[in-house]
């Protein structure tokens, strides 16, 4: 990633399937039953969905079930970790054991501080350079709310957006609602998920770090039974023109 070459950041949490041999953890399921949790948490190919060229990206580049940077680091802070799926998960989607951590600050400090560092030093040079910065923060979501989820609403819509009282100015959302209602999408906000990341030393002190999360139904460009495509292209175009219409409003915002 260019160290904020532009003032707008796309982050990825959880593209990744990569899966290292490190120390830190034991696996406590056999590889077939880890590779069905790999597909059912993986935000399969929103590296891929979310490209823009007005953007930089930052993208975690290992399982959000080694360690999930969109967690806090803190599990006193993070609600997940009730159930397990703090920072370093410890059980599946359904609450089964599947991993046991014997080493948890290895585990951060390997996987999770230097993305995070990455995410502080970018919003640092953005500041520095534009004076103000805008994140994406992007996923995608299944279709049928998983038994961890927080909000178990049956029919989820096709697009979610997430958003903070204090990091996302009300235009950003009325831009994103406004051009997917127009595109024939679904939409709700804060629900099934909410909130958007900001770096922890700016969250809820700097307003000129302004984030949004967008949240893709995954129905909507994948099977989510064998992990193939499917009108990609077409839901491509749709979080693109997204992605050029947020771009756009927050540099007006800016200017």
């Known amino acids: 990633m260019n160290q904020a070459s532009k003032p707008i950041l796309l982050h990825i949490p959880h593209s990744s399937v990569h899966i290292p041999e490190a120390d ?18 993986t935000d399969h190919f929103t590296d891929e969905l979310f490209e823009s060229p007005r953007t930089d990206r930052l993208v975690a580049n290992v399982s959000r079930l080694v360690v999930d940077v ?8 993070e609600p997940m970790a009730e159930k397990g799926m703090g ?20 585990i951060l400090r390997q996987f999770y501080d230097p993305h995070h560092e990455a995410l502080e030093n970018w919003v640092d040079a953005a500041l520095t350079q534009h004076g103000a910065c805008f994140i994406i923060d992007c996923h995608s979501f299944p279709n049928k709310a ?16 997430g958003t903070d009282a ?32 900001v770096p922890l030393s700016r969250y809820q002190k700097d307003v000129r770090v302004a984030s949004i999360m967008v949240e893709v139904n995954r129905r909507l460009y994948m099977d989510e039974r064998d992990g193939t495509k499917q009108c990609f292209a077409d839901v491509t175009g749709v979080v693109g023109e997204l992605l050029e219409r947020l771009s756009a409003q927050m540099s007006r915002i800016q200017n």
């Open 146 to 161: 998983l038994t961890c989820d927080l909000d178990q609403s049956p029919n989820r819509p096709d697009f979610c957006i």
């Open 87 to 106: 920072a370093a998960y410890t059980k599946t989607h359904d609450g089964q054991e599947f991993k046991l951590v014997y080493d948890r600050e290895a």
């Open 70 to 77: 969109e967690r806090f680091r803190d599990d006193a802070l």
């Open 24 to 41: 830190g953890w034991e696996w406590l399921v056999d590889k077939a039953a880890l590779q069905c949790e790999v597909q059912v948490m």
């Open 166 to 197: 204090f990091h996302t100015p009300d235009v950003l959302t009325i831009c994103a609602v406004d051009f997917l209602a127009k595109a024939g999408q679904s939409l709700w906000v804060n629900k099934p998920y909410a909130g958007s990341i």
